[in-house]
């Protein structure tokens, strides 16, 4: 993911670090054939206003990467907490690829100017005429 300054680390073939809170979570990854499999647990309190999900101390998110062609990855998640929740949910979403232009997060930050901004514009194609 990415947002401001927030890096996900996720580490393969490992343990979870028991207790440690991080405010993305305790991620690892691992391959079930060839899906990319990442569980997290251990998300930092404060992350239950953003996160995708709130997670009591026994909950987990388990993420899976599958490619299904040349131009799309699978992605799926169930967010399992036996505190939290009475059973375990997730959903599903197909990444395509594109040959245009990916914006970055922060590129969007501006647009409450964009009145001003094509205001301007508009108004130095009235003084060229």
């Known amino acids: 993911n990415e947002m401001v300054h927030t890096a996900r680390i996720i580490r393969l073939d490992s343990e979870h670090h028991t207790k440690q809170l991080k405010w993305e979570g305790d991620s690892i990854a691992y391959w079930e054939g060839d899906t990319l499999v990442v569980e ?8 239950k206003s953003r996160s995708m999900a709130s997670l ?13 062609s040349e131009n799309q990855i699978f992605y799926e998640f169930e967010v399992q907490d036996p505190v ?46």
């Open 40 to 47: 997290t647990i251990n998300l930092h309190p404060q992350q």
């Open 84 to 129: 939290f929740y009475t059973e375990s949910w997730g959903g599903e979403i197909a990444f395509n690829a594109t040959d245009t232009k990916l914006y970055e997060y922060a590129c969007h930050e501006g647009n409450y100017a964009l009145t001003g901004t094509l205001g301007g514009a508009r108004r130095q194609e009235m003084d060229a005429q």
């Open 56 to 68: 009591s101390d026994q909950g987990k998110i388990i993420e899976r990467f599958s490619r299904d």
